[in-house]
Structures are given as structure tokens and as C-alpha cells.
């Protein structure tokens, strides 16, 4: 299913499965290549760095955002706040020569996403 890819960053995203299920967090980084996505404070794996002078780091233990995969994750909708797929509303361009606007839309709600 194409539209699941369909996220932004800053989207609020909830966690369908795994160890951290129920979460939600903010869209950081959309890697549309590798079919994840990366959410701010969540999936956090504490990484063990050595002390480099050269680079002035002090070393000690450094938390990063592992990243998920999208099908683990579905949109929140601002509108309902809850966990929704989307559908998309194509609107005429808003003046001539513009691009028509792609807009998604809650399936739930039937609230536009994108305003
Ligand atoms: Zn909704």
C-alpha cells in the first residue's frame, strides 16, 4: 500500500508493533529507500562512544533513535488524535499554471491533514 509512505516530517506517528508499541512520536526522518522512518525519542538504543580528543568529545553513552519500519507505524490524525490511514483529495491548482495540491485525508474523520 502506497499511501502508508505517505508521511511528512513533523507528522505525529503511532507505533502499531514491537517492543515499542503504543508510542507515538514525531516524525524526524522519512528514508523512503529503506521504507523507515526514524521518530523523535522513540526506539532510543544507547550507543557506547569512546572519549576523542581530536574531536573534543568526551565519550560515555550517547542515545540515538534506532528507526522503524513503516509498516509499524501509522499516522496520527490531528483532528480525531487517533491512529488513522489516509486517503488523498486532489484540489484544482490555486492559481493557473500552479501545481494541483495533493491533500490527505483522514479516513476516519474525513478531515483534511494538510491545512
Ligand atoms: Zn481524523
Redesign the pocket.
Known amino acids: 500500500m502506497t499511501q502508508k509512505t505517505d508521511f511528512k516530517t513533523g507528522d505525529r506517528l503511532y507505533v502499531l508493533a514491537g517492543p515499542n508499541k503504543a508510542k507515538i512520536g514525531i516524525l524526524k526522518r522519512f528514508i523512503p529507500r529503506k521504507s523507515q522512518v526514524i521518530l523523535e525519542g522513540v526506539n532510543l538504543r544507547v550507543r557506547h562512544v569512546k572519549p576523542n580528543p581530536n574531536l573534543n568529545e568526551t565519550g560515555g553513552r550517547l542515545k540515538r533513535e534506532a528507526p522503524l519500519h513503516i509498516s509499524n507505524v501509522a499516522l496520527v ?1 490531528p ?2 488524535a ?1 491512529p ?1 490511514w489516509v486517503r488523498h483529495e486532489i484540489l484544482p491548482p490555486s492559481e493557473p499554471g500552479a501545481r494541483p495540491r495533493k491533500l490527505r485525508i ?1 479516513k ?2 474525513q ?1 483534511r491533514i494538510d491545512e
Open positions: 490524525c483532528k480525531c487517533d488513522t483522514c476516519r474523520c478531515a
